[in-house]
């Protein structure tokens, strides 16, 4: 009986230690007077929340946690908790067990923490969204799947939490990283900027070289979207800084110089059937119409025929295009892939379309944005009474390459810093190009945001270095990305690999960004335009404070965003992050799940 005090006595003596370590972490970072972010301590000594310390490596410590229950059910779980190679530290977690089973299990567990909530040192019972959250988890259309829900108030309650370390593929939740990143590090009201400018002399009217199109990365040149100058406008523009040199004839080319951005244009995990799609088309200094480009498609008269296809915007003579492509029995769908490349003007259409299908437009990649832009941008030039001697070109491996099949005896191009420039036009803001790239997913917009963060800030847009430039970028709103892995800006590649308590880690640290109030307007709503089908069954004084974003690809399925608090009320926002990968179930199965999830942690607020 002694010996029993004794143990308890010492056991309580090291949880107390812990409570009041100066190194444990805090829910919440402050601003230190350096304008680093420190962490103050607080822990909840009632409910006694198990975060990673640090402490010496000399330091055993258990922390033990109440587990709830049925009152007839002694349970104790013990799972060490990953933090610092030089702690060894104890957690103790509920489990779901039979009410006659006395059971103790031992497993490694990934607990978060999240320094940039304020902690109001409060003990919620289980809420309707975490019973919820675990009833799911055991739901037929959740068989085999992972599940990784997190959401917290801004003060630091846990609302729902369930594998909320697990790393998972993020898909297009990713873009909310990004676009975030963006807006905090370059600024809302950032513009990219497109040169105009040229090589050689102008004498009588005649430039006696070649005209530059120097591209700054805009996304959005010749775009259908619309956000986007029109491309008749903006050409005018480009042809006012002509007028006002007086060139009225070019012996020469117009080059389109996509050199700000270096490297591959896609990244190297991306699937050959994606990289043909216009989901996949990558990006480049100087872009044209997104660089993808659209092909009209109908089914052959009978099963086995070829079926018809044609370019129809932009048009690309020097491609050539090949279409072994077959008409197929009706239900099988449209099964059509680009298959092209950088290096050479050629591509097929391949697959299969379904002989019941209606004709329609598929929007595929192109690989020529900088050559495409230089040739419309030529073509107008010459309808406008300026002719061009020598057609457009682009610039490949330093060299101008107006013949796109080789540049092995092309000229070097002329350095940038050695041309006479006209003029400059100017992109939509950059918060304008985040709210489109959340809003409609668009991940062209979202690898550009990417690389432009490694161009501005690490000196080159390769993947390399973007994802060198992200990580500082992160470390500089407090947020360390050690924990996960971060290898393009859109989500399209499955290397990514993201948790619920980083996104919620990563939005709450977002709210204190001075763009926040910009960034949180990138991000859907439940009812709008691309959002339509979210919430279908809750109020719209719900809907209206629901910030989203989704996420998807095949058996993924997320969704990350903020619940505001109602009007009038003293509540916190939420931050929330809820996660499904490896489903076998369709998305109309998936979502109803997950928003009710949503529905029930904002009835909270």
């Not at 350095?415 to 918060?431: A, E, F, H, I």
């Not at 926040?516 to 069954?537: C, M, V, W």
Request: overall charge neutral.
């Amino acid at each position: 009986m002694r010996f029993g005090i004794f143990i308890n006595s010492c056991v309580c003596a090291l949880v107390m230690s812990v409570a009041i370590a100066p190194s444990a972490v805090a829910l919440r970072q402050a601003q230190g007077p350096s304008g680093s972010l420190v962490t103050p301590l607080s822990i909840d000594s009632a409910s006694l929340v198990t975060e990673p310390v640090e402490e010496s490596a000399s330091l055993s410590t258990t922390v033990t946690e109440p587990v709830e229950g049925p009152a007839s059910l002694s349970t104790t779980v013990t799972e060490p908790v990953k933090g610092p190679a030089s702690l060894p530290v104890t957690a103790t977690e509920p489990v779901e067990e039979s009410a006659s089973l006395s059971t103790t299990v031992t497993e490694p567990v990934e607990v978060a923490s999240f320094p940039q909530l304020h902690s109001t040192n409060k003990a919620r019972s289980k809420t309707k969204a975490q019973r919820y959250v675990e009833s799911i988890s055991r739901s037929e259309s959740l068989k085999s799947s992972v599940l990784g829900v997190l959401a917290l108030t801004e003060g630091g309650d846990t609302l729902a939490s369930w594998n909320s370390g697990q790393r998972m593929v993020p898909a297009s939740t990713m873009k909310l990283i990004t676009t975030g990143l963006a807006i905090h590090r370059l600024g809302p009201d950032f513009k990219y900027v497109t040169r105009i400018g040229y090589s050689g002399s102008i004498k009588d009217g005649i430039l006696d070289g070649d005209l530059y199109i120097v591209g700054g990365g805009d996304p959005t040149i010749a775009s259908k979207d619309s956000i986007a100058i029109p491309r008749a406008k903006l050409f005018a523009q480009w042809k006012s800084f002509l007028d006002k040199a007086g060139i009225k004839k070019i012996n020469g080319k117009v080059i389109g110089d996509g050199r700000y951005f270096d490297g591959p244009i896609e990244h190297d995990t991306w699937s050959y059937q994606d990289i043909g799609t216009a989901y996949g088309a990558g990006g480049n200094g100087l872009c044209f119409y997104e660089n993808a480009q659209d092909f009209r498609v109908s089914a052959g008269p009978s099963v086995g025929s070829p079926v018809n296809v044609t370019v129809s915007f932009p048009n690309t003579p020097w491609m050539r295009y090949e279409y072994p492509c077959r008409t197929a029995p009706a239900g099988t769908g449209d099964q059509l892939y680009l298959f092209n490349s950088e290096f050479l003007p050629y591509a097929e259409i391949r697959g299969s379309f379904a002989i019941d299908r209606k004709p329609k437009t598929e929007e595929f990649s192109n690989k020529f944005g900088a050559y495409t832009c230089a040739h419309y941008f030529c073509e107008y030039l010459k309808s406008n009474g300026v002719p061009v001697s020598e057609g457009p070109a682009d610039i490949r491996l330093g060299r101008v390459r107006s013949n796109l099949s080789s540049n092995e005896y092309a000229p070097y191009a002329s350095r940038v810093d050695d041309l006479n420039m006209l003029g400059q036009t100017y992109s939509p803001s950059l918060k304008r190009i985040a709210r489109e790239t959340n809003l409609k997913s668009d991940n062209f917009y979202a690898e550009t945001l990417f690389r432009t963060l490694g161009r501005r800030y690490h000196h080159s847009a390769s993947y390399d270095s973007s994802y060198v430039a992200v990580n500082e970028v992160m470390k500089n709103i407090g947020v360390s990305a050690d924990d996960v892995r971060i290898v393009d800006g859109s989500g399209l590649a499955r290397h990514n690999y993201i948790s619920p308590s980083f996104f919620v880690r990563f939005l709450s640290a977002m709210m204190d960004s001075p763009s926040f109030a910009d960034y949180i307007q990138t991000i859907g709503q439940p009812g709008n335009r691309h959002y339509e089908s979210r919430l279908k069954d809750a109020p719209a004084t719900v809907k209206s404070r629901v910030h989203l974003k989704s996420g998807s690809m095949n058996g993924v399925r997320c969704f990350s965003g903020y619940i505001e608090p109602s009007a009038g009320s003293k509540s916190d926002t939420i931050i929330f992050s809820i996660m499904t990968n490896n489903s076998l179930a369709p998305a109309s199965r998936i979502d109803p799940l997950i928003d009710r999830i949503i529905t029930l942690l904002a009835a909270d607020n």
